[in-house]
């Protein structure tokens, strides 16, 4: 990612070397000259999440000490992003922790690429770019199919309303929204439960901000065909695992899948799955944040 958003800025990308030792520490030396230059670090939380986040970490405290002008973040997907509210009393608020760690770091500024929720935004002091990939992906979706009028853009869940209202505003479709409901006991258990809104005999494309088990959009392009919905298309900014690619496209109910490489997709990509590039995107945000 970072060498493709290095390209569209015609920049190279600087150097740094990231080695593991046998016990899977890393150590992380950077060789540039950057003081007094501003300073672009990407780094996707995606898995493996826990190793990237430290080697993140590490990177920075290197740029750091190299006296760099000013340090900003690019993380094209925040990990961590789900656990944004104590939901069971004795939680950790992971949202948080990796906020207080990115401002504790030393950056001026994060982009970031559609977080979970907005609530997120709340834990940082520092300013937040938030970036949309809606707009990509309505247009890569428009191209997909002839007419928009039998379609309508569908939030998976409560929280995904916001960004499939902009999904369709470009496409003038109407929206609904399926009621999901989580069980906290267990890990990636969830049931869609209920569609609110008009999908029968309508086309149907899903819209959300990421999958990792590909549990809600199987189950909600399930429950749009109980409906009567027609076709059913998924669009996802991130897809955090591989597998649930695998999953979704397997899912017959679903024609097509459209992801963002906000997280590299491992692996033969299947005729299904179509992938769009946010490295215009985040060339864009880099050059309209450079002076402020
Ligand atoms: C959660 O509320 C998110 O917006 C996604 O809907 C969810 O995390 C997707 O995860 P999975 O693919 O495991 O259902």
Same mark, same amino acid.
């Given at each position: 990612m970072a060498q493709k958003v290095a390209? /569209? &800025?015609?920049?190279? @990308? #600087?150097?740094?070397?990231?080695?593991?030792?046998?016990?899977?520490?890393?150590?992380?030396w950077v060789e540039e000259d950057i003081q007094d230059k501003i300073v672009f670090v990407l780094q996707p939380f995606s898995p493996p999440v826990d190793e990237n986040l430290v080697e993140f970490l590490l990177l920075i405290d290197a740029l750091k000490r190299l006296r760099p002008k000013k340090m900003i973040?690019?993380?094209?997907?925040?990990?961590?992003?789900? %656990?944004?509210?104590?939901?069971?009393? #004795?939680?950790? @608020?992971?949202? %948080?922790?990796?906020?207080? @760690?990115? /401002?504790?770091? #030393?950056? /001026?500024? &994060?982009?970031?690429?559609? &977080?979970?929720? &907005?609530?997120?935004?709340?834990?940082?002091?520092?300013?937040?770019?938030h970036l949309s990939t809606a707009s990509i992906c309505s247009q890569v979706f428009s191209s997909l199919k002839n007419e928009n009028k039998d379609w309508v853009a569908v939030a998976p869940d409560e929280v995904a309303q916001k960004e499939v209202k902009k999904f369709a505003q470009p496409l003038g479709?109407?929206?609904?929204?399926?009621?999901?409901?989580?069980?906290?006991?267990?890990?990636?258990?969830?049931?869609?439960?209920?569609?609110?809104? %008009?999908?029968?005999?309508?086309?149907?494309?899903?819209?959300?901000? @990421?999958?990792?088990?590909?549990?809600t959009i199987v189950h909600g392009a399930k429950l749009l065909k109980e409906k009567g919905a027609k076709k059913i298309i998924a669009a996802l900014s991130h897809l955090v695992v591989g597998e649930a690619a695998e999953k979704i496209v397997a899912e017959k109910t679903i024609s097509q899948l459209i992801i963002t490489d906000t997280i590299s997709y491992p692996g033969q990509k299947p005729t299904k799955l179509k992938i769009i590039s946010v490295a215009p995107l985040l060339a864009e945000a880099i050059k309209s944040n450079i002076n402020q």
């Open positions: 390209k /569209e &800025l015609g920049v190279i @990308l #600087g150097k740094a070397e990231i080695i593991r030792f046998a016990d899977t520490e890393s150590r992380v973040a690019i993380v094209p997907y925040y990990g961590y992003g789900r %656990q944004d509210k104590v939901f069971r009393k #004795g939680e950790a @608020l992971s949202a %948080q922790v990796v906020a207080d @760690l990115i /401002e504790a770091a #030393g950056f /001026e500024k &994060l982009i970031t690429i559609h &977080l979970h929720s &907005l609530r997120i935004l709340k834990y940082f002091k520092i300013p937040v770019v479709i109407t929206t609904a929204y399926i009621e999901k409901k989580r069980d906290y006991t267990k890990k990636d258990k969830h049931r869609s439960i209920k569609v609110t809104g %008009q999908i029968k005999g309508k086309n149907c494309v899903m819209f959300d901000d @990421l999958s990792s088990t590909g549990g």
